[in-house]
């Protein structure tokens, strides 16, 4: 079993700034994927980045060159006695990035979506 807790949202003005953070831990995993997605009201949830088994990163479109994905540690292996956290920095916040985020991890990046973990959602306001 994997926990993930997700903090850091809150409210920003168009323009700004916000952290979120992850603190992932639980079953062993040697090699892992990370990923960050969000789910706006009425609207399908949506990966946003992912930082993959070799530490490369992926953006949606959407946020490419404002959202960064990171780990604060070198990757090592998640289990029951290290909590490993994976960041999401997002400048330049507009209303459309307006949602609540949510973290995961799976074994890879290529698995189905059923075989991935998440938390339980931060929520980000933008206001304009």
């Known amino acids: 079993q994997v926990q993930l807790v997700e903090s850091g949202g809150g409210s920003v003005e168009s323009g700004g700034s916000l952290t979120l953070s992850c603190s992932v831990s639980?079953?062993?995993?040697?090699?892992?994927?990370l990923a960050w997605s969000r789910q706006a009201s009425g609207s399908q949830r949506e990966e946003v980045a992912r930082?993959?088994?070799?530490?490369?990163?992926?953006?949606?479109?959407?946020?490419?060159?404002r959202f960064t994905i990171f780990q604060d540690t070198a990757r090592f292996p998640i289990s029951r006695d290290k909590k490993n956290t994976v960041y999401l920095t997002m400048n330049n916040l507009n209303v459309d990035d307006t949602a609540m985020y949510y973290c995961?991890?799976?074994?890879?990046?290529?698995?189905?979506?059923?075989?991935?973990?998440w938390g339980q959602g931060t929520q980000v306001f933008v206001s304009s």
């Open positions: 995961g991890v799976a074994r890879s990046c290529t698995a189905p979506t059923e075989w991935w973990d």
């Open positions: 930082l993959d088994e070799e530490g490369t990163t992926e953006y949606a479109s959407a946020v490419k060159g």
């Open positions: 639980g079953y062993i995993y040697y090699n892992y994927c």
